[in-house]
């Protein structure tokens, strides 16, 4: 944490920022790897007050918690505050388009823009690690577990690594262009739930494995080795366990890969699944087939083309 911060309150500055959905895990980093999306965005609105205490609202149909301590954004951004010298009240507005319980950072997206939001209006005093660290405490109020995965390539943009929490230590990854198709179906699975049923202990040589790909797919991002990365796109650990929870999952997968996807899996905890393909063509495609999977099973779906977002939370001025 930064020492001797220089506080200079915008009191009189509107501002909107637009935090992107995430992708983690990517299949076999479970926990340490994550990859901010150009599209869905949430959007916030923000400014200071000078009357103390954070003040929250929600213009979205989902019903979440406004009370700061209950709330993801609320959560960070009283951690944020408590390390200021002087009380300043925050009121923010958020609008989400990324589905609480999508698999696609929704949480994150919150807590991330919230307190990105902040710094600015503050006058940028916290460096992105700190950002981080606030913004894993919303991460808490979500899942019960303080994680970066999510966090991290929202705020930075990008492919991330987070080779330590305690102490925190996060790697930026350069990575080849890369289109992303991501199937949302139209259920939810709760991050807490889906950390329930893993397995607590695993076996040597599915962690030897698992370690090959972990440290292939990283290879393969800094190389830009197409080939690399499809090879590394496999989860012998926590996909087998998670996917009976997501309808059609095996379906959407054979058939991404069969059509000329690189390869892909669960999005964060689910339901989302998200496929990576080096052309254009391959990822439309990509999307009818995971159309097609979900009006056959009945399962109401939205899907998107997209591709990495290299700035991760953007901040506008609106007044």
Not at 44 to 66: A, N, V
Not at 89 to 115: F, M, Y
Not at 152 to 169: A, E, N
Not at 281 to 300: D, F, H, P
Request: with cysteine.
């Amino acid at each position: 944490m930064q020492t001797n911060l220089n506080i200079q309150p915008l009191f009189d500055t509107e501002i909107e920022v637009l935090c992107p959905a995430t992708v983690a895990n990517l299949v076999c980093g479970f926990d340490i790897l994550g990859m901010a999306l150009q599209d869905p965005s949430d959007r916030i609105r923000m400014r200071l007050s000078k009357e103390p205490g954070i003040r929250i609202q929600h213009t979205d149909e989902y019903k979440l918690p406004t009370e700061p301590a209950q709330n993801v954004a609320g959560a960070a951004l009283l951690d944020l505050l408590q390390a200021i010298p002087e009380p300043v009240g925050i009121e923010i507005s958020i609008t989400k388009e990324i589905k609480p319980g999508s698999g696609l950072g929704s949480s994150a997206a919150s807590a991330a823009g919230a307190v990105v939001g902040a710094n600015y209006l503050l006058g940028k005093p916290f460096s992105d690690e700190d950002l981080v660290r606030f913004a894993m405490a919303g991460e808490k109020v979500a899942s019960g577990v303080k994680h970066a995965d999510n966090i991290t390539p929202c705020i930075l943009g990008g492919v991330t690594l987070i080779r330590s929490i305690f102490p925190l230590d996060i790697i930026g990854l350069s990575a080849p262009p890369l289109q992303v198709t991501v199937v949302h179906p139209q259920i939810e699975v709760r991050t807490s739930d889906a950390r329930q049923i893993l397995r607590k202990e695993v076996l040597l040589k599915d962690a030897i494995r698992q370690w090959g790909n972990i440290a292939g797919l990283v290879a393969g991002f800094l190389k830009e080795d197409y080939e690399l990365i499809g090879r590394s796109l496999e989860d012998v650990i926590i996909e087998p366990v998670r996917s009976i929870l997501i309808p059609g999952f095996d379906e959407v997968k054979q058939r991404s890969k069969a059509a000329g996807a690189l390869g892909g899996g669960i999005s964060g905890s689910g339901p989302s699944i998200f496929m990576l393909s080096k052309e254009a063509a391959t990822a439309n495609s990509i999307a009818e087939i995971m159309k097609q999977v979900y009006t056959q099973l009945g399962i109401e779906s939205k899907v998107y083309v997209t591709s990495i977002n290299s700035k991760g939370c953007e901040v506008r001025i609106t007044g």
